[in-house]
């Protein structure tokens, strides 16, 4: 998906990957972690047993202390499955599992100033709106602003399978 700009969207695309480069990268951190660890990770988004993206995050340290990194997550959808529920769910899921096996007190995201959809998926998914990081992003030979987003481990209970798209899950974690 990495190498097809219409498959990961315009707002994930940041040029073509050397194919080989990318391939020895990913078959590495496989093969080291599984694309599980607390430090970062990714993992394939299915809908009745169909890949149709993936989620992933890294870690974000907003001060010295080790308690002062949280997850930043992200995600990618092939675009005949985007405006269906499917990311709403998705990060939601992989922010419950954050908070439930990494332990995490914050999951943060980040999107495009000019990503509604996105800006909808996250708060949808109970992420709080907490900002605008001014110039974040280059893109298209140019710099765009990103909205800042946050969910707090007190927020809320984490939530099971949405009950309104049956068959979606993010998968490997819970699939293991």
């Not at 080291?32 to 990770?41: A, I, K, N, V």
């Not at 340290?61 to 990311?87: D, H, M, N, T």
Request: with cysteine.
């Amino acid at each position: 998906m990495a190498a097809d700009k219409e498959a990961v969207g315009e707002h994930n695309w940041c040029g073509a990957p050397d194919a080989d480069e990318l391939l020895g990268r990913l078959h590495h951190q496989f093969q080291c972690d599984g694309f599980l660890d607390r430090r970062g990770g990714r993992l394939v988004v299915l809908v009745d047993g169909e890949a149709i993206g993936d989620v992933s995050w890294r870690p974000a340290q907003w001060g010295p202390s080790e308690g002062s990194v949280c997850p930043a997550i992200g995600i990618a959808l092939l675009p005949q499955f985007r405006g269906k529920g499917y990311g709403t769910i998705a990060q939601r899921l992989l922010a419950d599992h954050l908070f439930r096996e990494y332990g995490a007190h914050r999951v943060q995201s980040d999107t495009a100033a000019d990503n509604p959809a996105e800006q909808r998926a996250l708060e949808k998914a109970g992420f709080r709106r907490e900002g605008i990081v001014r110039d974040a992003e280059e893109r298209d030979g140019r710099f765009h602003d990103h909205v800042l987003y946050g969910l707090l481990a007190r927020s809320g209970k984490p939530r099971r399978r949405s009950s309104r798209s049956p068959g979606c899950y993010a998968v490997a974690a819970w699939m293991r």
